[in-house]
């Protein structure tokens, strides 16, 4: 890494500590600091459980005692034992923290909307804005088996969809493309895995199956904000495992060639080109991979 690459980095992280308010005592001039502020919207979000709530922020938990004491102290939440679980301890807002975390919403809302304001192409500074967000958060990153109908499998088979319909300069029908019925996604014949964090759908890829031996890669696809975080192959990686487990001896795929990324992803993760083998009007690639 260049001096110069390091120098903008740590720029950057000036700009967004001061953007913040990580420097200021009383943030969004509320009376306590930014750490209570977070402490206080995380309980707000449904972080309840000290030990969840300690996970999501990353605190050590001498540091969330006292930023939870000094909430109780203002009479902003309160600390119990979890009633089906006497080995922990849960914390609420109370009436007046609801308060004071409907106040922290709505100034946070107008300070979000204040810097989107800044710039003219609002959609690409908040493109920037998800690839540092996905970037530093990649060891979050988690990846769950979902529904083929779920909401996060259809918001991922739609960008899927609008993205090779840019990129093949054509309209990509996905039921032109071998959809899948939905039990060919779910097992015992198939899976459908979602690339999550927190609540965003980052990217997907199912297998299709029908109980043989064989059966399909499909829908392999990965947010533009999420690409060179080596999270296609982990996700490919994913897939073949569930295949393995699914006691499927052969995986195929199909791909177009203008697909380049996706295509040197399969050589190197050891795919061998083969003859087409369905009717699917828009790859160009064949691919078998023995498992």
Not at 45 to 65: E, M, P, T, W
Not at 145 to 164: G, K, Q, W
Not at 174 to 192: C, H, I, N, V
Not at 224 to 244: D, I, K, Q, V
Request: hydrophobic share 40%; aromatic share 6%.
């Amino acid at each position: 890494m260049s001096a110069d690459q390091i120098t903008r980095i740590r720029d950057f992280s000036r700009a967004v500590a001061v953007e913040v308010g990580a420097l200021e005592d009383s943030f969004l001039d509320r009376g306590r600091s930014l750490g209570a502020a977070r402490v206080l919207n995380a309980i707000g979000i449904g972080y309840k459980n000290l030990s969840a709530l300690r996970s999501f922020l990353q605190l050590d938990s001498g540091l969330l005692s006292r930023l939870l004491r000094s909430l109780e102290d203002e009479g902003l939440i309160e600390t119990t034992t979890h009633p089906m679980d006497r080995r922990s301890r849960v914390s609420s807002l109370t009436e007046k923290g609801k308060q004071e975390f409907d106040l922290y919403e709505a100034l946070s809302n107008e300070r979000a909307a204040g810097i989107l304001a800044r710039h003219k192409d609002a959609p690409r500074l908040l493109q920037a804005m998800d690839v540092v967000t996905i970037t530093l958060s990649r060891k979050d990153i988690v990846f769950e088996e979902v529904d083929y109908a779920s909401a996060p499998a259809r918001h991922c088979l739609t960008a899927f969809a609008d993205e090779l319909s840019t990129r093949l300069n054509l309209t990509f029908d996905l039921k032109q493309s071998g959809d899948p019925e939905l039990a060919q996604m779910k097992p015992p014949f198939g899976t459908f895995l979602v690339a999550r964090l927190q609540g965003r759908a980052l990217g997907c890829v199912g297998v299709k199956g029908s109980g043989g031996p064989c059966a399909e890669i499909k829908r392999m696809w990965i947010a533009p904000s999420a690409r060179g975080l080596g999270l296609a192959r982990s996700m490919m990686t994913a897939a073949e495992e569930a295949a393995r487990r699914l006691g499927i001896q052969t995986l195929r795929l199909d791909t177009n060639s203008t697909l380049f990324e996706a295509v040197s992803l399969y050589q190197n993760m050891g795919w061998h080109q083969i003859e087409r083998f369905n009717a699917d009007p828009y790859p160009d690639l064949f691919f078998e991979k023995h498992l």
